[in-house]
């Protein structure tokens, strides 16, 4: 295994509803403009450093912040390479037994989005962020600034920050002070878990609904589908009233409708239907839910039955 610490110096958009960003194959929260990338072998020794000056493509206004942060000006960048050109020899320096080193998530995430801009093969594989290990190997909490992290393990200053080079630098100068075949796998190990996390997440959608809504007072069951809390969805993300089907009966209780959001796409209306003895009324409940496959599936079933509870709902939308 060797080492590749990447680090990047990205421009912004001064206004992101700008016309020219609009369309683009993303959204562009930061257009690469400097590159800065520092070898090391397998016993953390640095074998080599390298950094590009990348001439914009999308982005022809410094954003006073950056400006400010890196002293890059359009004037400097403009004499740099073309990002497609930039990119080319900065992936033929990994191969496939190479890890790559950043400080933070934040380089990735730009690295990948300039890709899919410019229409590039994402060509980055395992990587780790050497902000997390720190903080695991060093017991601290939530993220530590490079500056910090340099002071803590007592190293030198000796050159100015906020230049890609320089920070990839600063950046190996903290990687050889951690164990990096741990970090690897604490890593790893990270990554999963927020992974994991995210599926549950999706899971807990799809399970619970994402609205609900309840009247009562109905003397008669098809009053419950008249009712346009109950009979007309909207969407439950934007509010937006979801253009559904009618109502099929899934059993003695239970109806269920499809809705379209133009937006947010296909949910699954539920109305349970439940008798009160003492007013001698039906009261109801709506739930949407998230289209899940099961969901469809078994609104797709009930619909093939022609079911349909009468009379028909009019069409939302
Ligand atoms: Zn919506």
């Known amino acids: 295994m060797n080492y590749l610490v990447l680090d990047l110096e990205w421009n912004q958009p001064m206004d992101p509803g ?91 995430h730009i690295l990948r989005q300039n890709l899919l801009l410019h229409d590039l093969e994402d060509w980055v594989g395992e990587w780790c962020d050497l902000q997390l290990v720190y903080a695991r190997q060093m ?17 030198q200053a000796d050159r100015p920050a906020h230049d890609a080079l320089n920070d ?20 790893r190990e990270y990554a999963q878990r927020q992974k994991e996390k995210k599926q549950a997440q999706a899971k807990r959608r799809q399970k619970y609904p994402l609205s609900g809504e309840t009247g009562a007072g109905y003397a008669h069951r098809g009053d419950a589908f ?14 937006h009233p979801l253009k559904q089907t009618s109502w099929f009966k899934l059993d003695k ?23 009160s003895q003492q007013e001698n009324k039906w009261r109801g409940k709506r739930s949407i839910y998230a289209a899940s496959p099961e969901k469809l599936a078994q609104f797709e079933a009930v619909r093939q039955k022609r079911t349909t509870r009468q009379p028909r709902v009019k069409k939302g939308g």
């Open 18 to 108: 700008a016309p020219q960003l609009q369309g683009l194959r993303t959204t562009l929260n930061g257009e690469i403009i400097q590159i800065g990338a520092v070898a090391l072998n397998e016993n953390s020794q640095i074998t080599g450093t390298y950094t590009w000056l990348v001439r914009p493509t999308f982005l022809w206004q410094m954003h006073y912040h950056v400006r400010s942060l890196t002293g890059l000006t359009i004037q400097k960048v403009k004499k740099g390479i073309l990002f497609p050109e930039a990119n080319r020899q900065l992936s033929a320096l990994c191969g496939p037994d190479t890890l790559i080193l950043t400080w933070g998530p934040d380089d990735i």
């Open 139 to 155: 017991g601290e909490k939530g993220q530590t600034s490079l500056q910090s992290a340099m002071e803590a393990l007592h190293i």
């Open 168 to 187: 990839a630098w600063f950046t190996a100068l903290v990687a050889q002070k951690l164990d990096l075949k741990l970090g690897q796998k604490q890593y």
């Open 226 to 239: 008249q009712d346009p809390r109950l009979g007309r969805m909207r969407c439950p993300d934007c509010k």
């Open 253 to 275: 209780r239970r109806f269920v409708a499809l809705g379209v959001c133009p937006k947010h796409g296909r949910f699954i209306g539920q109305i349970r239907l439940i008798r």
